[in-house]
């Protein structure tokens, strides 16, 4: 029988990365490349798995990212992540990178991004293993556990969906 853990507070799970952007992240229109970001936000997310769960993590979804504003070269961004919710092995960790403009003394980090990304605790042969729960502090981590149960009520739904209507397909007949 496998042992229950014992909870987390949300607070140990936070992560916080800083780096600028360089001309070697630029897209074709002159600012950061959404893949740079999106590269950013999966390791800023995937330390805060790791550190929730005590050991390996992999990325299993990425349930949405939305680009708010546009980074630009020199712009300091930082990337902020938390476990919101644990299920038995998985965990969704949301994450929020906020950029310091280059040419904006003491202007306050804009926001550029969010996103919420799933993740799966895996042992030395790749195989799920068990996280502690996590164990929300305060209202706010609380309605961040709560939107997480829904985003990952809606990811099942939408699974249970497409392979209902997969099953209901009949090649040739569309």
């Known amino acids: 029988m496998e042992e229950q853990l014992s909870g987390r507070p949300t607070a140990l799970s936070r992560v916080t ?5 360089t001309a070697v992240d630029v897209n ?5 490349h959404g ?27 990425i349930d949405e990212i939305v680009f708010l504003e546009p980074v630009r070269v020199g712009d300091l961004v930082h990337a902020y992540a938390q476990v919101n919710w644990t299920g038995t092995s998985s965990m969704e960790v949301g994450v929020k990178l906020a950029a310091e403009r280059w040419d904006a003394v003491g202007a306050v980090p804009l926001p550029v991004a969010t996103a919420y990304l799933v993740f799966v605790a895996v042992d030395a042969a790749g195989h799920p293993r068990s996280v502690p729960p996590v164990v929300p502090d305060d209202d706010a981590e609380k309605r961040r556990f709560t939107e997480a149960m829904i985003r990952r009520d ?7 969906a497409i392979q209902k ?10």
Do not use: C, N, Q, W
């Open 154 to 160: 809606h990811r099942l739904a939408r699974r249970a």
């Open 28 to 32: 074709l229109y002159g600012t950061v």
């Open 35 to 61: 893949g740079v970001l999106m590269k950013f936000v999966d390791d800023v997310a995937g330390a805060a798995a790791a550190r929730h769960s005590g050991g390996t993590a992999v990325t299993a979804a």
């Open 165 to 174: 209507a997969r099953a209901e397909h009949r090649p040739g007949v569309d």
């Open 17 to 21: 990365l800083s780096r600028i952007m």
